[in-house]
């Protein structure tokens, strides 16, 4: 089915199913322990080894030699694969560091060899043993160092411009000039990476933990140099991702590497420091906005540039990319450089581009606001756009960025908040107010679906898109029992499976809408199908409800329709130009009530509150979720989370859940969500669009806005930790 | 980890007669710091002397009126105990501002008191320290140090005590028991315990091969207002950056302990006598020796105004 006018009435609406709030569908599989996650498939007949990496030592060099005498002679070691052992490897497509083969090291915990064993522990015990040998080589690891060094990279569109942004700015007679930094972050999800590699004549298997199926497929058996056809890869659950688990990574190669070798099936889990140096990280940003206004508060300027590096090869961090969009102003540049540095791979974590961007820009708009005597709200309710502000001639599908901020200031109690910062107290605590718009793109990614009716009227969806504990089980249900007039429990859905037609994967808050979508557009097919093998003349007349079909008189029910041999149909959703003619994205706003500890600096969350406006909200308990989490990631980015680089030995050295601190329990207060209620017939027919980033979105802005508010100490450098604060924090008695 | 051999030790007598006599031999209790440890390879005996089965693991009161408290009390069984939270508050808040519900449960008294540093380089076996690996350098001193210790620290070695048990036994002037391999018997103020890192910091305590810490006694209840106040960047689940323990007397005299910043609980005497005179006077004496680095520097403040709010809190 291609998609290229916006969608009309359809089956959707009735939204009997679609839109409300249902339980997921495998949470008791997963409260009773019983989804099978990657490192849990067991076969009591099959004789495991267990495999564990070996990473480098050094940041960046070669290796001169491996000495595995030892690792192979200790107990229970059946096999061990190195990397200067199995030469060059293909890299994968989507891949910037390679991830196993050859002798170069680009960064600290490169995988350099496997060992694989009869226990888990017995393969640890060998791996110590392993003796490498380095030509250590100088690395640049320091990004405020490296900066002047950035160029403007090759791909994409690293700058962008309308306007006059110069003279504009220069004659503006409010300015603004600031920087801001962002640390590089974790994704620190709880299920690490894992897979199970199972050889069968030239045939593998892997129980991996992925969120694109068929991207791991691909760059899997480019990387190994098999044919495509030949790799099978499973991910039916998947314990989080945030982007760590779109690109293959080394613990499927290990796993296969060491299989084939041990001539057994291979686990490979990759112990939790592993995951900081050895996988993906969001990049730091260095950020510089100007903003040129009026004394009304029209914004007349506005530039974004921003630094980030990378390996060769690399992208990157889009931090500009929602300030070509979010606001007006007929003058405007945004620019993106990037430094080469040695450290690990930069690569997409939740919302890359506008979550670090947001961080940066909101806080911008905040302070802008205060210069112009502005209360934040009405600043960004004046400089709203509807048109993409680069070119105007683009409107945006729908947006109702407005919406957001007025009913969230409504329903917070914004117009409590004190207008003179460090002035509201309450005991220790100074206390304050901040609010961030929440803006992110929304993609669309073509999606294929396979639906099965059988001779009990129970659909079957199969579709290889993944659900990383978002709900996509949930939604797909609805959407196929919404389509086919069937309840909930009369469909099964089977995801994460490389037999299943290709899907859009879960990432870039595209999954959702996209996934559906795919599986819509073969839900009507199964409906032709049905329809068809009924003799009902016209499928458009025909009626799908309550396990029945029906035209004119005729009733029969689906089992029936269904017949002995049943019926399945398969189709794929592919996207035209609307998203060239519109522009689509994603809004909200988030509003934070903090508290900072008046001695010490401690600052901890009072109250949340997200409005998104992010088309049809499929099932407002999954989609909910997906905030209060991104809100919570939005916490952690504004107040602890650092993934630290030793500047000098080119490495991040918190790299545990010890250190990394995400949020606890205890850091997250009452938190709120309003969905306004929208759809976008341009996205899809679902009329849906993603939510699952744009709660992450501006949210670390917001509590950063609330810090200033309540203590007068601006800080453009995140983590606010309370360090930062507390130079700046009252004179005690 | 290394392969090792385990025994549970039949008396406290054997235990330390088999730990002096074993070469790497080492008492597990908890478990929650050793073993982790030991996955990384960061500790590898080749022998563990399980002393859970011991009976080490009673409250009792002592004649001269205080408590004894068994070397295997668990940290949860610890800070609920009726008397310790009637007569020590404070140590049951330091008991409870750490680690989480879970790793309480299995944590012992001595275990804690014992319980290795939270450096970052200290736990990554690639990388040069000092503590792990004598003589091999010290990356965090010119590295991330932001965690680390400001006073008694040396050139070799900038690491904390993370714990904050010790804090308030610092603050009640515990006096830990042991037993040697030989029999004898010990009583080891807490102040003498651990020890500064110098040029050996590996060398964090000074217990000889084999002793056995039996029990730790408090004396007897001394009153004033007791304070623990630890600060971290999240609210639950984190080591202190800075933490305090307090006992302040009606009179505005009290006993200050200060964790987060030093290889053992910080208190100095001398620092106490300046507390009736405020906060910035007691604390411009207790770090009068503080060698921060940049990244750690705002600890010097943080005690100071931590101060403030403790004395301030007592007041009431
Ligand atoms: C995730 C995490 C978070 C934590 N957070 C905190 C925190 O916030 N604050 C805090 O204070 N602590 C914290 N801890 C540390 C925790 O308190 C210690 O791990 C625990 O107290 C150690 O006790 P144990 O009985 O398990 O010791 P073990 O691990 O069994 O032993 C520790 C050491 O003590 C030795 N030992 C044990 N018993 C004796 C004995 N009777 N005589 C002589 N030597 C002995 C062992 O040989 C070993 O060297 C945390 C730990 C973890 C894992
Ligand atoms: S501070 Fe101490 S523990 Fe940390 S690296 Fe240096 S020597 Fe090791």
Redesign the pocket.
């Given at each position: 089915m291609r998609f290229d006018t916006p969608a009309t009435t359809n089956p959707i609406d009735q939204l009997k199913i679609v839109g409300q709030p249902i339980h997921r569908i495998d949470g008791p599989l997963k409260t009773a322990g019983k989804a099978v996650y990657a490192y849990e498939w067991h076969d009591p007949n099959t004789p495991y080894a267990y495999g564990y990496i070996v990473g480098s030592a050094i940041a960046k060099g070669r290796i001169r030699s491996i000495d595995v005498t030892a690792a192979k002679n200790a107990p229970g070691v059946l096999a061990v694969v190195t990397t200067d052992g199995v030469g060059e490897l293909k890299k994968g497509k989507y891949n910037t560091a390679k991830l196993f083969g050859g002798t170069e090291v680009q960064h600290y915990h490169q995988a350099i060899a496997v060992v694989a064993a009869e226990t888990f522990e017995e393969a640890r015990a060998a791996a110590s043993l392993v003796k490498v040998h380095y030509a250590e080589e100088k690395g640049v690891f320091d990004l405020a160092a490296a900066r002047d060094t950035a160029v403007k990279p090759d791909d994409g569109e690293p700058d962008s411009a309308a306007g006059d942004f110069n003279a504009a700015f220069e004659t503006a007679p409010v300015k603004l000039d600031q920087t801001y930094t962002t640390p590089d972050q974790s994704h620190a999800m709880m299920e690490p990476h894992a897979s199970i590699a199972a050889w069968s004549g030239d045939e593998l298997t892997v129980w991996t933990s992925s969120q694109m199926i068929d991207w791991w497929r691909t760059d899997l058996a480019t990387t190994l140099g098999i044919d495509k056809e030949k790799v099978h890869i499973m991910s039916p659950f998947i314990g989080g991702g945030f982007g760590v688990k779109l690109f293959l990574r080394a613990d499927a190669v290990l796993a296969a590497l060491a299989a084939r070798e041990a001539k057994r099936p291979v686990k490979v889990a990759l112990p939790r420091p592993f995951l900081m140096n050895n996988t993906t990280h969001r990049p730091a940003t260095i950020q510089r906005i100007r903003i040129g206004a009026g004394r009304h508060g029209r914004i007349t300027a506005i530039a974004h540039e921003s630094w980030s590096g990378d390996l060769p090869g690399g992208g990157p961090e889009v931090a500009v990319q929602q300030t070509r969009l979010l606001y007006a102003g007929e003058n405007r540049m945004t620019a993106m450089r990037l430094a080469t540095l040695d450290l690990p791979e930069g690569n997409a974590m939740r919302a890359p581009g506008e979550a670090p961007g947001m961080m940066a820009l909101e806080i911008a708009i905040d302070e802008m606001a205060e210069r112009l005597g502005l209360d934040p709200v009405e600043f960004r309710t004046i400089n709203d756009t509807q048109v993409d502000p680069e070119k105007p001639e683009r409107p945006f599908s729908h947006r109702d960025l407005v919406g957001c901020l007025r009913t969230g200031a409504q329903r917070f109690g914004w117009k409590d908040r004190s207008k003179r910062p460090g002035s509201r107290r309450d005991g220790d605590w100074l206390v304050g107010m901040g609010v961030g718009s929440a803006f992110r793109n929304n993609l669309v990614v073509p999606s294929g679906a396979r639906v099965r009716l059988d001779r009990g009227g129970v659909v079957t969806v199969e579709t290889d898109m993944t659900d990383i504990g978002t709900g996509s089980y949930t939604i797909i249900a609805q959407t196929a029992a919404e389509m086919l007039g069937v309840p909930v429990d009369k469909v099964a859905v089977s995801l994460g499976d490389s037999r299943f037609p290709v899907s859009s994967g879960s990432g870039g808050q595209f999954g959702g809408n996209s996934s559906t979508a795919g599986v819509y557009a073969a839900c009507v097919k199964l409906r032709e199908a049905v329809a068809q093998k009924l003799g009902f003349n016209n499928a458009d007349d025909v009626i799908f409800a309550d396990g029945e079909v029906r035209s004119g008189d005729r009733r029969i029910t689906l089992a029936e329709a269904a017949g002995d041999e049943g019926l399945v149909a398969e189709d794929r959703i592919e996207f035209g130009k609307l998203t060239e003619t519109h522009q689509q994205s994603t809004f909200g706003a988030h509003f934070v009530e903090v508290g900072v500890d008046v001695a010490t600096g401690e600052t901890r969350l009072r109250r949340m509150l997200a409005v998104c406006a992010a088309g049809r909200i499929l099932n407002p308990i999954t989609a909910r979720s997906q905030v209060i989490g991104a809100m919570t990631m939005g916490v952690g980015a504004a107040l602890s989370e650092d993934l630290v680089v030793d500047k000098a030995r080119g490495f991040f050295v918190n790299h545990d859940?010890?250190a990394y601190e995400v949020p606890v329990h205890a850091d997250i207060p009452h938190q709120e969500v309003i969905f306004l209620d929208e759809t976008d017939p341009m996205s899809s027919p679902m009329k849906a669009k993603g939510i699952a980033e744009l709660g992450l979105c501006g949210v670390a802005a917001a509590v950063a806005n609330a810090i200033y508010n309540a203590t007068g100490v601006r800080v453009r450098d995140y983590p606010i930790t309370l360090d930062k604060l507390i130079n700046g924090l009252p004179e005690l008695s | 980890m290394r392969a090792f051999s385990y025994e549970c030790a039949s008396s406290i007598e054997t235990?330390a007669k088999a730990?002096a006599s074993t070469d790497g031999a080492?008492?597990?209790?908890?478990?929650?710091?050793?073993?982790?440890?030991m996955k990384l390879e960061i500790?590898t005996?080749t022998h563990?002397?399980d002393?859970n089965g011991?009976g080490?693991d009673r409250i009792e009161p002592t004649p001269e009126g205080g408590l004894r408290i068994g070397?295997?009390v668990?940290?949860t069984d610890l800070a609920a105990d009726e008397r310790i939270r009637r007569d020590y508050g404070l140590l049951s808040r330091?008991?409870l501002?750490?680690?989480?519900g879970q790793?309480?449960n299995?944590?012992?008294?001595?275990?804690?008191?014992?319980?290795?540093t939270?450096c970052p380089y200290f736990y990554d076996t690639n990388q040069p320290c000092n503590k792990r690996q004598p003589g091999s350098g010290c990356a965090a001193i010119a590295g991330f140090s932001r965690q680390l210790g400001v006073v008694g620290v040396s050139d070799a070695c900038i690491a904390t005590h993370?714990?904050?048990?010790?804090?308030a036994m610092r603050a009640l002037d515990a006096v830990i028991e042991?037993i040697r391999a030989d029999g004898t018997t010990r009583s080891i103020p807490i102040a003498d315990f651990h020890r500064l890192p110098g040029k050996t910091p590996d060398i964090e305590h000074v217990?000889e091969r084999g002793?056995?810490?039996?029990a730790v006694v408090l004396p007897k209840p001394m009153g004033g207002k007791h304070i623990y106040r630890?600060v971290?960047d999240r609210a639950s689940?984190?080591?202190?950056l800075v933490s305090v323990g307090a006992i302040v007397q009606p009179d505005g005299t009290g006993r200050i302990a200060v964790?987060g910043i030093a290889p053992k609980p910080w208190r100095d005497e001398a620092a106490e006598k300046e507390l009736p005179r405020g906060a910035k006077a007691a604390s411009t004496r207790l770090l009068a020796d503080a060698r921060p680095t940049e990244q750690n520097a705002f600890k010097i403040t943080l005690v100071e105004r931590m101060l403030s709010a403790v004395l301030a809190e007592a007041r009431g």
């Open positions: 859940l010890a | 235990a730990a080492k008492f597990i209790a908890g478990g929650t710091n050793l073993l982790d440890l500790e005996p563990l002397i002393v011991l080490l070397a295997l668990r940290n330091a008991l501002a750490g680690a989480s790793l309480r299995r944590a012992t008294t001595a275990g804690n008191l014992l319980q290795r939270r993370p714990g904050d048990m010790a804090v042991t217990l002793e056995l810490i039996t630890k971290r689940y984190a080591f202190a964790g």
